[in-house]
């Protein structure tokens, strides 16, 4: 089992670092060094500072990592080493059943299948329903940005409302 599970975190683990790698280097540093200037522990930095600003890209990876995990069959089918009922996965059943070569070891095999489907329709829901929340919530950031006439010209206001 520990086999398995280092197997799957070799394969997918590039999927999270694909994610967060741009996303830390657009952030910069220089928010983490101001936290450490002023006092913050690294974990205290880690948790509010870096955390948060990482948070969709995390996410998003994660997302794909589940994804990618799920239907990992070639490394796991390499280091299992198919024992029934102790190191199975998902796909590697579904060859198991597929194989069996019977009508209920076929519709089993389906039935298996499907219901990996579904988990990968869900996944793709949540990734969905996480970029409709990123950019709504990258919307209201942008509003909030937007001056109001007491604090800018009321020439440059109107001419930004014109643009809208």
């Not at 694909?18 to 205290?44: H, N």
Request: proline share 4%; hydrophobic share 50%.
């Amino acid at each position: 089992m520990p086999g398995i599970v280092l197997a799957t975190v070799f394969v997918t683990f590039p999927f999270v670092a694909r994610e967060l790698i741009p996303v830390m280097q657009a952030a910069g540093s220089e928010q983490e060094q101001a936290a450490l200037t002023l006092g913050a522990s690294g974990w205290r930095t880690f948790w509010h500072v870096t955390l948060p600003s990482v948070k969709w890209g995390l996410i998003y990876g994660i997302i794909l990592c589940n994804a990618r995990a799920m239907g990992e069959f070639g490394a796991v089918s390499v280091v299992s080493g198919h024992i029934i009922r102790q190191t199975e996965t998902m796909p590697l059943r579904v060859q198991a059943l597929y194989e069996g070569g019977s009508a209920v070891s076929g519709a089993a095999a389906f039935a298996v299948a499907s219901l990996l489907a579904l988990l990968a329709l869900i996944t793709l829901a949540i990734k969905t329903f996480l970029e409709w929340k990123q950019a709504r919530d990258y919307a209201r950031a942008q509003q909030l940005a937007m001056p109001t006439p007491e604090s800018d010209s009321d020439t440059a206001f109107l001419a930004r409302q014109n643009l809208r």
